[in-house]
């Protein structure tokens, strides 16, 4: 029998790695910075949420830049991170 999960905290971020698509359903529950320092994320999820003010709890979320997320998440290369931000604005339009 598999179990769904339904909602997640952020001291469940701590505990395990979930997929991004339970990331993103959450994603109204969880903190901005627990997220980027507990779990593998990639380019585009990164520009829609961690980078994007509107996601951020606390005014020191509102400071997160290209910087930390490169840190936190080093398998992602700024060539990456730069593509999604294009997507991201190209789909914007």
Do not use: G, W
Not at 8 to 37: A, F, G, M, V, W
């Amino acid at each position: 029998m598999k179990v769904h999960i339904n909602e997640i905290n952020n001291q469940d971020l701590r505990k395990k790695k979930y997929s991004i698509d339970i990331l993103e359903k959450n994603i109204d529950n969880l903190s901005i910075s627990t997220l980027l320092h507990s779990q593998i994320l990639t380019p585009d999820f990164c520009i829609k949420y961690i980078l994007n003010e509107e996601y951020a709890s606390c005014v020191e979320e509102k400071y997160i830049d290209d910087l930390d997320v490169l840190y936190y998440q080093p398998h992602i290369k700024p060539k990456d991170l730069y593509n999604a931000r294009l997507n991201f604005m190209h789909d914007l339009l």
